[in-house]
């Protein structure tokens, strides 16, 4: 069913989530509850939790085969008055138009633990992590046409700090970057089993290069996520999405961005956002349904565009 909301949002449900079984399911949620267990404690940035995350994540990068963008894929940054964050970025060369580069980011800190109880952060964001370490599986199996880096920021929860550092002292020219690929909580299905897209209505050239995969999504995406909207079931607090997560220091610098997530829920930034609570099916088809779209991105767009930011 696809139903047209507005000029700019479209909501397209499948009668039912279903599973395309491209991914491995198996592996996807094994990361997310790993990244999500207490031994990470909660992985707050410059925490002893943040270094086995980190650790683990190196040690992913590299069974998957991913190419180191630095030493051992760390990129470390300073950021308020001498605080240390440290990304994880990899990548994969592409075989046609090498030189562009697609950056997959996902942010791997959360809040830590406060008083002896450890907040998991598993939708926030172990989720999304666990979705690009499954999208680079994919992309080692299936060369992309781009070279297409995935970035593990640090330091989100508190300002966005890794994404700024990356674009402010990027490992390679800025102007190769074409896209930023933004993934932030997409395990919950709460609020109407919905997944959320943003960035196609600032930059509607992105629309026909990811149209038909959007069609074919095996959750209920909606588009147009974008500016300041209100958040369900709630009268007066309002989000703004276009700078909610890594993908605004990108936007900023008129890369366009796709990012998603789903909406605000009851376990956001609690200690009992768990791998437990996550739901697997929604999940699963969520990641699919990301994948579907940036292969999409990717094949439709080995010819460069030019960033339209109305
Ligand atoms: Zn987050």
């Excluded at 930059?203 to 959750?219: D, F, G, H, I, T």
Aim: proline share 5%; with cysteine.
């Amino acid at each position: 069913m696809l139903a047209s909301c507005s000029n700019n949002r479209l909501a397209y449900c499948p009668p039912q989530p279903s599973l395309k079984g491209t991914i491995n399911q198996q592996q996807l949620l094994q990361d997310l509850k790993i990244i999500a267990s207490d031994q990470m404690e909660g992985r707050e940035a410059g925490s002893v939790g943040s270094a086995k995350a980190q650790k683990y994540l190196q040690m992913r990068y590299r069974a998957i085969g991913l190419k180191p963008l630095n030493r051992n894929y760390r990129l470390p940054f300073t950021y308020s008055n001498g605080k240390q964050g440290v990304n994880i970025g990899g990548f994969i060369s592409g075989h046609q138009v090498p030189k562009d580069y697609i950056v997959v980011t996902a942010h791997y800190d959360h809040l830590g633990k406060s008083g002896g109880r450890i907040y998991n952060g598993a939708d926030d964001n172990a989720s999304g992590v666990a979705a690009m370490l499954t999208l680079a599986e994919y992309f080692v199996q299936n060369p992309p046409a781009h070279s297409i880096i995935f970035l593990a920021t640090d330091a989100e929860e508190s300002g966005l700090f890794g994404a700024k550092a990356f674009v402010e002292n990027p490992p390679l020219p800025l102007s190769q970057v074409k896209y930023n690929i933004n993934l932030d909580m997409v395990a919950r299905g709460d609020n109407g089993q919905r997944l959320y897209m943003a960035g196609t209505r600032r930059n509607k050239q992105l629309r026909p290069l990811v149209e038909q995969a959007v069609y074919q999504s095996n959750v209920c995406l909606r588009t147009g996520h974008e500016g300041k909207l209100r958040r369900r079931g709630a009268s007066l607090a309002t989000t703004d999405w276009d700078n909610a997560s890594d993908h605004a220091p990108f936007a900023k610098r008129r890369i366009p961005y796709l990012y998603f997530g789903v909406d605000l829920h009851r376990d956001y930034h609690k200690t009992s956002d768990i791998f437990e609570r996550v739901d697997p099916l929604f999940y699963t088809g969520a990641v699919e349904t990301i994948l579907n779209i940036v292969a999409a991105l990717d094949k439709n767009s080995s010819k460069p565009v030019s960033p339209q930011t109305n």
